[in-house]
T-cell receptor
Framework: DTGVSQDPRHKITKRGQNVTFRCDPI?????LYWYRQTLGQGPEFLTY????????KSRLLSDRFSAERPKGSFSTLEIQRTEQGDSAMYLC?????????????FGPGTRLTVL | AQSVTQPDIHITVSEGASLELRCNYS??????LFWYVQSPGQGLQLLLK??????LVQGIKGFEAEFKRSQSSFNLRKPSVHWSDAAEYFC???????????FGAGTTVTVRA
């Protein structure tokens, strides 16, 4: 068990560019979550998947954001036409399905800086 | 509105002293409650959780937390702090019919020698 991994760990981009992040969950976990964390704040929920189905999206997730989880394994989060306000740490987590209180295991995050 | 409040932004404690971090929640029904720790450059790690039963919950690294329904609180404690406990601590909740975590703003703990 190598835990949840995220790639890249850091991304610097210019405003208006598109970026894509990848998350590899723990292999037997059905659920996968994306959160965003800005400086001095706790993580905020963005979206989550049960297998390949995207079951919920936060209102924080504007039309410029899209997430996929093809085949129910890894997931990608794409941000189109990035804005400076998108600068944040993007966290991925995974958990077993079943009870809501099942532990969510977090990856190290991808830190995005938009210049 | 549902919310999680951590009233203390920053706490400084001496090594070997006790630590208590406060967490209050506002939810329609008692949610499931969690404490996570985030060290620099590390991912969030679960310290403990409450979902039913005994209101005093034991976790990893010598931490414990007590759920008090009457006060809508879930405070985290450690009797004797080690320098390695310096980190940011987040209280989080999941609603009874939900799966997403809602986090407080966090408390940064500094440990002085």
């Amino acid at each position: 068990d190598t835990g949840v991994s995220q790639d890249p760990r850091h991304k610097i981009t210019k405003r208006g560019q598109n970026v894509t992040f990848r998350c590899d969950p723990i292999s037997e976990h059905n659920r996968l979550y994306w959160y965003r964390q800005t400086l001095g704040q706790g993580p905020e929920f963005l979206t989550y998947f049960q297998n390949e189905a995207q079951l919920e999206k936060s209102r924080l997730l504007s039309d410029r954001f899209s997430a996929e989880r093809p085949k129910g394994s890894f997931s990608t989060l794409e941000i189109q036409r990035t804005e400076q306000g998108d600068s944040a740490m993007y966290l991925c987590a995974s958990s077993l399905s079943g009870e809501p209180y099942n532990e969510q295991f977090f990856g190290p995050g991808t830190r995005l800086t938009v210049l | 509105a549902q919310s999680v409040t951590q009233p203390d932004i920053h706490i400084t404690v001496s090594e070997g002293a006790s630590l208590e971090l406060r967490c209050n929640y506002s939810y329609g029904a008692t949610p499931y409650l969690f404490w996570y720790v985030q060290s620099p450059g590390q991912g969030l790690q679960l310290l403990l959780k409450y979902f039913s039963g005994d209101t005093l919950v034991q976790g990893i690294k010598g931490f414990e937390a007590e759920f008090k329904r009457s006060q809508s609180s879930f405070n985290l404690r450690k009797p004797s702090v080690h320098w390695s406990d310096a980190a940011e601590y987040f209280c989080a909740v999941v609603g009874v019919n939900d799966y997403k975590l809602s986090f407080g703003a966090g408390t940064t703990v500094t440990v002085r020698a």
